[in-house]
Nanobody, 119 residues
């Protein structure tokens, strides 16, 4: 499965962005899909994951209450709504198949999208 992230950009602290993850070649319906991020000089950080079987969602502690992951199987797309953004959210965000939100829980990611939070 090939996944493509989009929707990044520049936001002010406290602002919002919505990322999209679209798939080509096959439906995403039954896959767990999630997001991880990587900032320059930092380790990969798992952000969120949504189950393909029951829609359960998982988040790393630093984004709980601010980020929301969702999926629209009719559009073969997974979204990450990011609110109350902080400068420390600045990173390249990737969508991928996931099995939780640990750093090593992601596979088959495509090109990421840059998110910059700055005033």
């Amino acid at each position: 499965v090939q996944l493509q992230a989009s929707g990044g950009g520049l936001a002010q602290p406290g602002g919002s962005l919505r990322l999209s993850c679209a798939a080509s070649e096959r439906p995403l319906d039954y896959y767990n899909i999630g997001w991880f991020r990587q900032a320059p000089g930092k380790e990969r950080e798992g952000v969120s994951c949504i189950s393909g079987s029951d829609g359960r969602t998982y988040y790393t502690d630093s984004v709980k209450g601010r980020f929301t992951i969702s999926r629209d199987n009719s559009k073969n797309t997974v979204y990450l709504e990011m609110n109350a953004l902080k400068p420390e959210d600045t990173a390249v965000y990737y969508c991928a198949l996931c099995n939780g939100v640990s750093a090593g829980a992601y596979d088959f990611w495509g090109q990421g999208t840059q998110v910059t939070v700055s005033s």
